[in-house]
């Protein structure tokens, strides 16, 4: 199991950018698929985007962020970063980093139990 831990979350302005970035400890990380979810308040939460362990860094994205957000990774420095342009207050929400153990991007998508998830950072996005 790995430790994760989000950084980056603030307030910014609709039209705005952020960048999270999520910071793992473990040994293992190359081998981990990791994404984003969100919770908005009282809202469920909800899969961002996700970059695959293998398969050349595979990424799938929601509707909702295709075109604005990119994720990626940094095996060397054990980070995921997902970078948030166009921002909307749709995308105010808690933001969740999460990993999976060998796990397939539909792990992400389908909502299936996580190896571990990090405490999550809040971003705000006013109109």
């Known amino acids: 199991q790995v430790h994760l831990v989000e950084s980056g979350g603030g307030s910014v302005q609709a039209g705005g950018s952020l960048r999270l970035s999520c910071t793992v400890s473990?040994?293992?990380?190359?081998?981990?698929?990791m994404g984003w979810f969100r919770q908005a308040p009282g809202k469920e939460r909800e899969f961002v985007a996700v970059?695959?362990?293998?398969?050349?860094?595979?990424?799938y994205y929601a509707d909702s962020v295709k075109g604005r957000f990119t994720i990626s990774r940094d095996n060397a420095k054990n980070t995921v970063d997902l970078q948030m342009n166009s921002l909307n207050p749709e995308d105010t929400a808690v933001y969740y980093c999460a990993a999976n153990l060998l796990g397939s991007t539909t792990d992400f998508t389908t909502g299936r139990t996580m190896s571990s998830w990090g405490k999550g950072t809040l971003v705000t996005v006013s109109s």
């Open positions: 970059i695959h362990w293998k398969n050349g860094g595979d990424t």
């Open positions: 473990g040994r293992i990380f190359s081998a981990y698929t």
